[in-house]
């Protein structure tokens, strides 16, 4: 079998099967609504699942591209396997070299999914097209072993040594990334590694590619390379340079420091120069303090401030990382940048008779700012807050909560891992017999938002299926991106 064309379209079929089923996962279970004139429900959720599925069926065209473009005067076989090791590579490195868009934060591109979803997928895409180097380089050893000449360090050709050197620095990216915490490297020096190496590794592999010259050969295939490797560095400046200079022309001030029970602090920035920041309650933005925008020193954390106040805004972070573990340390006055908001987590304007939140530790800070917004709005409709913490000590805006009972129309259940022992309310986990006690007869018409530890998430995903709630009223936001 050695029609190279045969080879050709069995790698695209290998891509659909297996990332396929990845991009699957980044399939919206929720839906959008927007500020103005909100459509039917069916109809909101069908546009989201439109834009979704274009967004995903674009990505499988774009990195099957190169693979398809080689059915354009196909050069003589050699070898079906050889031909397909050659195929599934040129499919692995379209896909890592489509990273520097998945990780752009367009948010037309991350509207449908929610950010964290996105990135998500970029982590488990990443290990897929990385096996697809990684295969294109047995596949051909394996089918060719007089190739294993060329890796002689004396006689190997240039485009041989870069294209061994990049496939080291993808693994640098991979090993760094999966075993950040173990190797010690704290988050902006991995972040250094992850987003320089890879681009070391993306160029020195396309640079392969073109050296090898027997797969570029045509004007076609060659200008499509140059166009992908074109676009994929328009990426990276946004992102490094337009996204950064953004931010910079448009700074903030911490104004003020404030201490939270749970080891959290809130972190008052007043916009200077300009209006600030509009979002929606549940939104997040990615934060530089003391740095420059362009230092790449930037975290991300949820607002905690009611999306109707308009200027400053609130963040309230909890002592967890590296970072976080001195941002109470933050002196006012310092100069901060925010690249936002971002997020789809988010309960704007939704026509639900009421809403059920779960919280799990600094989980609850997006939810205050759906709970301040409320409040601001004087939006009487129910809410039930389930709200997981350690200890009563360790329960953040637990005086807040008292007090919001005045302005809205809550009910706060307080779980506690380790109560007091005067305590009389519930303690353990939130549990699916738990929130039965409490969530009311029109359960199956409420919104439910979950936000906490991944641990919690998911235990939180078993127990509303044990309630058989809706899954397209069930929204949750993960801040564990790496």
């Known amino acids: 079998m050695r029609d190279p064309v045969t080879a050709y379209l069995f790698a695209p079929v290998i891509i659909y099967l297996v990332a396929g089923q990845v991009a699957a996962t980044a399939q919206p ?33 774009v990195a099957a591209a190169p693979v398809l473009a080689m059915l354009i005067e196909p050069p003589p076989g050699r070898g079906f396997w050889r031909e397909f090791g050659v195929a599934i590579g040129f499919a692995g490195l379209s896909m890592m070299g489509l990273q520097f868009f998945i990780t752009g934060r367009f948010k037309n591109l991350t509207a449908p999914y929610g950010i964290d979803v996105v990135y998500h ?39 041989m040594v870069v294209g061994v050197i990049g496939l080291v620095a993808f693994v640098v990216v991979i090993i760094s ?3 950040r915490q173990p190797l010690g490297l704290n988050y902006e020096l991995w972040r250094l590694i992850h987003g320089n190496v890879s681009l070391v590794a993306v160029v020195l592999s396309v640079a392969h590619v073109v050296g090898v010259g027997f797969y570029t050969e045509t004007p076609v295939k060659l200008g499509l390379w140059l166009v992908m490797v074109a676009a994929w560095a328009l990426a990276l400046v946004y992102v490094r340079v337009c996204k950064s200079f953004m931010s910079w022309r448009r700074p903030y001030i911490v104004e003020e420091v404030r201490p939270e029970p749970g080891r959290s602090w809130t972190l008052r920035l007043r916009p ?31 607002f905690s401030s009611s999306a109707m106040e308009r200027g400053w805004v609130e963040m309230t972070i909890k002592e967890l990382g590296d970072f976080t573990s001195q941002i109470g340390q933050t002196a006012p006055g310092t100069r901060a940048y925010l690249d936002g908001p971002y997020g789809s987590f988010i309960m704007e304007e939704r026509d639900a008779p009421g809403f059920c939140f779960i919280a799990g530790g600094v989980g609850i800070s997006p939810i205050m ?13 129910p809410v039930l807050l389930f709200y997981g913490s350690k200890d009563w000590d360790n329960t953040t805006f637990r ?35 738990l929130m039965a006690r409490y969530l009311p007869e029109n359960r199956m018409q409420l919104e439910y938002f979950i936000c906490g530890p991944v641990p919690m998430q998911k235990f939180m995903r078993k127990v509303v299926d044990r309630l058989g709630l809706p899954p397209q009223n069930i929204h949750s936001e993960s801040f564990n991106f790496v």
């Open 121 to 159: 997928f970029h982590r488990n895409i990443s290990l897929i097209a990385f096996g697809f180097i990684l295969l294109h380089a047995v596949v051909l050893l394996v089918a060719s072993p007089d190739l294993l000449l060329l890796l002689h360090p004396a006689s190997a050709p240039w485009w």
């Open 177 to 179: 990334s999966l075993y």
């Open 272 to 302: 200077d120069g300009h209006d600030g920041m509009e979002f929606k309650s549940g939104q997040f933005a990615w934060l530089t303090l003391g740095k420059s925008p362009f230092a790449i020193r930037e975290h991300p954390f949820s």
């Open 29 to 61: 279970t929720i839906e959008v609504v927007g500020y103005h004139n909100p459509l039917p429900r069916t109809v909101k959720m069908h546009m989201r699942y439109l834009r979704s599925t274009f967004w995903i069926g674009l990505y499988f065209i």
């Open 399 to 433: 005086e807040e909560l008292e007090t919001l009972q005045e302005r809205l129309n809550i009910r706060v259940v307080h779980v506690l891992g380790k109560p007091p022992p005067q305590w009389k309310g519930e303690k353990g986990r939130i549990t699916a017999e």
């Open 369 to 381: 700012s759906m709970l301040r917004a409320m409040a601001d709005r004087h939006d009487q409709r």
